[in-house]
């Protein structure tokens, strides 16, 4: 009788560690590929981060009208075949895109040896750019001034202009410093009224 429930406690026992130990054990996972599908899911939903951006200066190509250095600074000068919506409205009675041909800009950066405190490459800032422009054949002509101004390819000198007529074009600019707006100190004195003259065609 003491042999028969010996054996039957030893029986209840080891049903009993066999049970807990079920119960303990863990199904093994892997957990390299359930990183892997959770990262597909992941990316399936994900939105759409590889377009290419949109290049809000796209447009026409400038035209050249002309360039020269001097005085440790590239002056050049060109006009874009349509006008710009510049703002502020009206700026400096600028006229807007829808009531121009053209936007006619100036150029000045700084090049080696520039003696007024410009690195090359820098804008060239408090600038007074004026200009006046004749048609060689018809005699049309027409002038203003160039204002500061900054766009998606950098600071410039610029003016929208309606043009009275197609052809061949003498264009004067003169470029002086801005007295009213800019000064200086502790540099070279400033350069005079420089004047640049040059010829450009203009078709619609």
Same mark, same amino acid.
């Given at each position: 009788m003491f042999n028969k429930k010996l054996i039957l406690s030893s029986l209840v026992l080891s049903l009993g560690i066999l049970m807990l130990a079920g119960c303990s054990a863990k199904p093994e996972v892997?957990?390299?590929?359930?990183?892997? +599908?959770? =990262?597909? /899911?992941? +990316? /399936?939903?994900?939105?759409?981060h590889n377009a290419q951006p949109v290049d809000a200066t796209a447009g026409p190509a400038d035209v050249p009208i002309g360039k020269e250095n001097k005085f440790g600074t590239e002056f050049a000068f060109v006009y874009i075949p349509v006008a710009k919506n510049v703002h502020p409205v009206n700026y400096h009675g600028m006229p807007g895109d829808k009531e121009a041909d053209i936007?006619?800009? *100036?150029? $000045?950066?700084?090049?080696?040896?520039?003696?007024?405190?410009? /690195?090359? *490459? !820098?804008?060239?800032?408090?600038?007074?750019?004026? #200009? +006046? /422009?004749?048609?060689? =054949? @018809?005699? !049309?002509?027409?002038?203003?001034?160039? #204002?500061?101004?900054?766009?998606?390819?950098?600071?410039? #000198? *610029?003016?929208?202009v309606k043009m009275?007529? +197609?052809? @061949? #074009?003498? $264009?004067? $600019?003169?470029?002086?410093? !801005? @007295? !009213?707006?800019?000064a200086y100190h502790d540099v070279e004195e400033w350069w005079t009224k420089q004047e640049f003259k040059y010829t450009a065609d203009y078709k619609k």
């Open positions: 892997n957990s390299d590929s359930s990183h892997q +599908e959770t =990262k597909k /899911a992941i +990316e /399936a939903n994900a939105p759409e936007h006619l800009e *100036g150029d $000045f950066h700084a090049i080696e040896d520039n003696k007024w405190g410009f /690195a090359p *490459g !820098d804008w060239i800032p408090g600038m007074k750019v004026t #200009y +006046e /422009a004749t048609n060689k =054949k @018809t005699g !049309d002509k027409l002038s203003g001034r160039l #204002y500061p101004m900054t766009a998606g390819d950098g600071p410039h #000198y *610029g003016l929208n009275p007529s +197609e052809g @061949t #074009y003498d $264009f004067t $600019f003169w470029v002086e410093l !801005d @007295t !009213d707006n800019f």
